[in-house]
């Protein structure tokens, strides 16, 4: 069987137009794993469009059961790479949980989260979030219009649950931003504390991502931060109003990547070039056309070997629209970004964000200087990787020259503050300005001791 399944893939790369430059692999049979979330298409189209094929490479894709397993299956070597939240490798790389080098020479999409709020937390907060002419809701909403809930809820003398999928996730971050942006604080970490609910307003707790909906349903938790489908199966189940996207809370926002370990990228650095060729047309093939091919993706990622979710529950975010209540669906062409907008470059500037948030609320103890930010995120990002292989694509006529930064210096021009729902500016290159900048979290010198901030 071995032989067969390598002959195939040396047969269908000799068929393709990639073979006059098919590198010399070091490791041609690979384990990558993913969590069931529909940012994982390019992994599924990589694999399902014979792009890993292409470059000689035997490819098995295996859903992991939460965040933690993957990453262990990584730094254990049971995986090869993996679809990653994009602190998991900053995070481990730095020593904050496990201790390992990841890095990463792919991102893997922009935006495609939102916060889901329970029907009864969205009674609550409709009174107090403004209206447009047609009467719905005016998006985006301000975690402002959270604080009655919150206050009925402690009225009661229940705390106020939500629910994110890692510590170190996006989905952690950015439920925190919408909540500090709104004057609510979600609560900090500290090295005896990791709980993240020191001080805390409201009370965030990690939740699987396939997870959410029914403990949601339960009243485990009153609100989620994830990836898709999971908001829009609490729209199809009429258990959650998703209040907001990531799309909306920091337009063209980073999301997951595709994460190695740096033991592997050494030890097989045209294994990874090739993995990464494979994933950047992948990447390509999601967007191109404008999303021509995403129901073709729909219907890849509803099968149970992927996501597993209804197909038009996947089809409610990844084909330009997403819908907030029955009936409510708006243009979101963006949603879900996979090439467009140098998604896939892993820009310095993204790693530097990640690792702000981790300072913000206590991750990261102590101050740091702007240069340990740059250090750290060069040494996770890997740009050149990227580079190299779009090169190869470019001269093998399957990407276009245009359509990569050949000299950018790893970080994007700042974020200007409209594209912000704080309307507070990103420049990674100024990270402890930026943290000053932030009503909500800590800057400068300041601690968490106990169950306060000093300093």
Do not use: C
Not at 326 to 353: L, Q
Not at 403 to 408: E, H, I, L, Q, Y
Request: no cysteine; charged share 20%.
């Amino acid at each position: 069987m071995k032989k067969f399944l390598v002959g195939l893939a040396i047969t269908t790369a000799l068929s393709s137009p990639a073979f006059a430059d098919l590198l010399e692999l070091e490791k041609d049979e690979l384990t990558f794993g993913f969590i069931k979330l529909t940012d994982m298409a390019p992994l599924a189209v990589a694999y399902e469009q014979g792009y890993f094929l292409d470059e000689g490479l035997f490819v098995t894709l295996e859903s992991q059961a939460n965040w933690k397993v993957l990453l262990d299956g990584v730094i254990g070597g049971q995986l090869d790479g993996a679809h990653m939240l994009a602190g998991q490798p900053l995070a481990a790389t730095i020593g904050y949980g496990t201790k390992a080098h990841i890095v990463t020479p792919f991102s893997m999409d922009l935006n495609g989260n939102a916060i889901t709020v329970s029907n009864e937390v969205w009674d609550l907060m409709r009174p107090h979030v403004p209206k447009m002419e047609d009467g719905r809701p005016q998006h985006p909403i301000s975690a402002e219009a959270l604080v009655p809930a919150i206050e009925d809820f402690n009225a009661k003398g229940e705390a106020f649950n939500m629910g994110m999928v890692f510590p170190v996730s996006t989905h952690n971050y950015e439920l925190r931003y919408w909540l500090a942006a709104g004057g609510i604080n979600p609560g900090y970490y500290s090295p005896e504390n990791i709980t993240g609910q020191i001080a805390a307003d409201v009370f965030l707790s990690v939740t699987p991502p396939p997870q959410m909906p029914a403990t949601l349903e339960a009243g485990t938790i009153h609100g989620y931060s994830v990836g898709e489908p999971w908001n829009q199966q609490a729209v199809f189940k009429d258990i959650g109003v998703p209040v907001i996207t990531d799309y909306d809370l920091w337009k063209n926002n980073p999301e997951k990547v595709f994460g190695l370990n740096q033991e592997f990228t050494e030890a097989n650095p045209n294994t990874t070039l090739a993995v990464t060729k494979a994933l950047i047309r992948a990447a390509m093939w999601l967007d191109e056309n404008d999303n021509a091919n995403r129901p073709a993706a729909v219907e890849i990622l509803s099968r149970p070997e992927y996501v597993g979710a209804d197909p038009e529950v996947i089809a409610n975010s990844m084909t330009g629209f997403f819908e907030f209540e029955k009936g409510d669906k708006r243009d979101i062409p963006d949603f879900n970004v996979f090439f467009r907008h140098n998604a896939t470059y892993p820009f310095y500037s993204d790693a530097v964000w990640y690792l702000t948030q981790m300072r913000r609320w206590g991750q990261i103890a102590e101050p740091k200087s702007d240069s340990w930010y740059d250090e750290v995120a060069k040494s996770v990002y890997k740009p050149e990787i990227y580079l190299k292989a779009a090169r190869m694509l470019v001269d093998d006529g399957l990407a276009n020259e245009a359509d990569f930064p050949w000299d950018s210096d790893g970080y994007k021009t700042p974020t200007p503050s409209e594209d912000i729902i704080d309307g507070i500016a990103y420049d990674g290159k100024t990270p402890n300005a930026y943290l000053d900048s932030l009503p909500i979290g800590l800057k400068g010198e300041q601690t968490v001791s106990g169950s306060d901030v000093k300093g």
